[in-house]
Nanobody
């Protein structure tokens, strides 16, 4: 079984920075992509950033140029560096990995428990 554990959330003033981490535990054969989602108060969950195994990235339009997704593939850990934070970035942030547990297994998706990011104005 794979478990994703997030850390790094907190309270920050507008203009500040935070770095989120998501570490996967358990036996993983391959990871197709790592992603960060967020869900703000009264809003639907939305994808913030995606990083695939080729190193290609994609970002939500409103965070381009401010957020950076990266990974430590040797340790199955994803990061989200968030700079120039705005109050509208306030949300619970979730990591999401699409993984293959063995060479023969199908692909499965796993989610972290969520970490709260609050940006004060």
């Amino acid at each position: 079984q794979v478990r994703l554990v997030e850390s790094g959330g907190g309270l920050v003033q507008a203009g500040g920075s935070l770095r989120l981490s998501c570490a996967a535990s358990g036996s993983i054969f391959s990871i197709a992509f790592m992603a960060w989602y967020r869900q703000g108060p009264g809003k639907q969950r939305e994808v913030v950033a995606i990083l695939d195994t080729r190193g290609s990235t994609a970002y939500l339009g409103s965070v381009k140029g401010r957020f950076t997704i990266s990974a430590d593939n040797a340790n199955n850990t994803a990061y989200l560096q968030m700079n120039s934070l705005k109050p509208e970035d306030t949300a619970v942030y979730y990591c999401n990995f699409r993984v293959q547990l063995t060479r023969e297994s199908t692909w499965s998706e796993y989610w972290g428990q969520g970490t709260q990011v609050t940006v004060s104005s």
